[in-house]
Each structure stands twice: as C-alpha cells, then as structure tokens.
C-alpha cells in the first residue's frame, strides 16, 4: 500500500482533492479508529436529511474529542453547521474529505474558518510510488490512484472522465450550453502547459471570453487544473502576462482531449512540463511551505523559463526539456534570468544519460531528480 506524503495538524481538517486521489483510502489509513460517514452511502445521505437529528445525536453520543470522518461531504453542505457546534461544545477533530470546493465555498470554508485547516491530496508523487514509478506510464495514463492502481489504466481513465467529470459538469447550474462546454473540454486537453487566451478560446468554442473564464474556474474548483501566473522579473524586457494552465496529472489532459496510446512527439514537452510543474506544486503543498510558483517568458520572443518557484524574496528557476540530447539553446531562458535578484538555484530538468552535472551555472537533473530532491526539500527558496 502507497503511504502519502502529506502532512497534517492534529486537529479538525478539511482534505480536499479530486476524486480518485485517494482520500477515503489516506483517511482510513492514518485513522483507522474513527467513526465514518459516507455521503456517497444514498442510504445514508437520505436518512439524515430525512431525520435531521440522527447525524447531531450519533455524534453526541462519542466520546469527546473523538475522530470523526465525514466523506464526500460537499453533498451535504448543511451538515457543516452541526459539525461546528461539535468542535465547539464536544471537542470532536474532524477530517472532511471534499473532491469539489464548489458548494462548500460559500456554507462550509467561510462557516468553519480558523477551526479547521485545509490540505489538499494530489495524484501519486514519483518518490510515494518508489520503484514502481515509470515516468513513461506517468505521462501516458498519469498517476492518479484509481487509474494508476488498475490493471487496465487506459480503460479506468476512459470511464473516469466518461462517468466521473461529465456528472459534476452536469450538476452545475452555470452550464447552461454543455454543448459548448464539451467543446472547451477538448479544448482544455490541448491547453496543457500553454498560455491561456481566453478570447482565442472563445471563437473555438463558440462561447465569450467571460464563459470561458468560468470554465476554466469550474475545472479548478473540481480540483482537476490549476492555472499557473506570469513572473514578472523586470528585466529589462516586456514580458508576457497571460497565465499558463494545467490539469493537476497528465492523463487527466490527455483524456480531456481524447488522446490515447503511446505519447506522441509532439505532445511530449507540455506532459513533461506539467509532470515537472506538479510535483514541485504537490511537494511544496504537503509541507505547508509557502512557495509560489509562476513561469517567465520575454513578450513577442521564445525566450522562456518554464518554472519559477519563489519564497522570501528567493528563487529557483527550472526550465525542461523532453529531448535527451542537449543543446546549447536550451539552457537559453535560464541565462536570460540570470541577473535576477534573489536567484539562488537555476536546473535544466532533462531525460538525459548524464544528469547531475552542471554547466555554466545551471545544474542538469533528470526528472526522477527532480522528484527525490523535491520530496527532500532541496529545491525549497
């Protein structure tokens, strides 16, 4: 069994993630002693909104400060307010498992604010998997729990997005035009590890540019993407400020867009990216550190670095490469930053048979590397 890499504050929490990253599973693991509530249970779900006391008087019935997990727990919104009162008056520590912000937004976070801290679970880290972790399988199906742990991964995607990701879209009220949105969502596939235009977008999708931006808030609020911002260095060019945007695992992108098999060429460099991307995101996440992470690029040029992790004034700057054979140009964005004040680490991520060395000042890595010594905390500003 996987053990994850998150850590948590031994008091009331929120875990958010998409579905079939493993919650339920890290819950039951790390709490095997606590009392459960499954809100995905129907059985469950209509007795306590029939008998709106059942759930208040279970809980009161606990010993005080007991554990209690409440699962999927943005279907049942309301029962956050019973949840308040038991931290207060029965010193009961809850773990509530969300895979969607959506609902919870305006009742829940604002309603337990300051009594409960919140973690996010992500897909399977290269170093949780150990020797398992292929990053070829990575790229191709991604490493999202339900997915990775099936025998037919290919086939757990498929009906992943065909059950899982169209349910919620359809759930939501904004959606007025699915058809639009279907359109979008392949759309978004392409879009991993790109810069947005939200206007360019629109046209393909016969949809304007405001819509567009809520489509991409709803794939962020189903924990799916995250949008990544434009450094701005100041560096003596105009540089480029649109954000780039991401699926939180690649096979989740490459389903979006419909794209099975073997990883083509051409694809290859945004999967790279976005795997390099989300394991410096997920690593800096799970030990709370508060690093932001934003790309820089010199406006109308291709002069670029993929990644810039900052803290304190400090940065690292990463770029990536899925080539194996180095070139003299790849390490061109990197040297374009090097004046940058604060900088304290520049890394080419590269599949390379060499990795470890380093030249002109810029360190070459691999991207199993780049995983171990982000797990270590030695790519931390």
């Known amino acids: ?42 059985d469950l779900l209509h007795r306590i909104q029939a008998q709106p006391g059942f759930f ?7 010993p005080r400060g007991s554990r209690i997990v409440l699962d999927e727990v943005q279907r049942l919104p309301e029962i956050l307010h019973e949840v308040h009162r038991a931290i207060e008056s029965h010193r009961h520590r809850f773990v509530l498992l969300g895979s969607s912000t959506r609902r919870l937004k ?43 742990e099936d025998p037919q991964p290919a086939e757990a995607l498929r009906a992943y997005v065909a059950t899982y990701i169209r349910q919620e879209i359809e759930r939501d009220a904004r959606l007025r035009d699915l058809g639009s949105f279907s359109r979008f969502l392949v759309i978004a596939g392409l879009m991993h590890g790109q810069v947005i235009n939200y206007t360019g977008i629109g046209d393909m999708v016969g949809a304007e540019r405001r819509r567009v931006e809520s489509y991409f808030q709803l794939l962020e609020e189903l924990l799916m993407a995250w949008r990544l911002p434009a450094f701005e260095g100041k560096l003596r060019v105009r540089e480029r400020q649109h954000p780039k945007f991401f699926w ?25 990216e976005g795997w390099v991307a989300n394991t410096l995101r997920v690593n800096y996440a799970y030990r709370d550190e508060e690093v932001k992470l934003a790309y820089w690029a010199a406006h109308g040029s291709d002069v670029e670095v993929d990644l810039i992790a900052s803290r304190g004034g400090r940065h690292i700057a990463f770029e990536v490469k899925s080539a194996e054979r180095r070139r003299s140009s790849d390490s061109r964005g990197l040297r374009a930053v090097a004046e940058l004040p604060g900088l304290a680490g520049r890394y080419l991520v590269q599949p390379t048979p060499m990795p470890g060395q380093s030249e002109g000042g810029v360190n070459i890595i691999s991207p199993e590397m780049l995983g171990e010594m982000a797990a270590a905390g030695e790519l931390t500003p």
């Open 1 to 42: 069994m996987v053990r994850r890499q998150l850590k948590y504050p031994d008091r009331s929490l929120f875990l958010f993630g998409a579905r079939g990253t493993g919650k339920s599973t890290w819950a039951r693991q790390e709490f095997p002693q606590a009392t459960h509530f499954d809100f995905l249970d129907a």
């Open 56 to 62: 208040a008087q279970t809980i009161r019935a606990l």
């Open 106 to 148: 305006d009742v829940g976070v604002n309603l337990l604010a300051g009594r409960a801290s919140e973690r996010h679970l992500y897909p399977f880290l290269s170093t949780e998997l150990g020797s398992e972790f292929r990053l070829e399988q990575a790229l191709e199906t991604g490493t999202v729990p339900l997915v990775w």
């Open 248 to 272: 939180i695992d690649a096979g989740l992108a490459r389903a979006a867009k419909g794209q099975w098999g073997k990883v083509s060429p051409e694809e290859r460099g945004h999967l790279l």
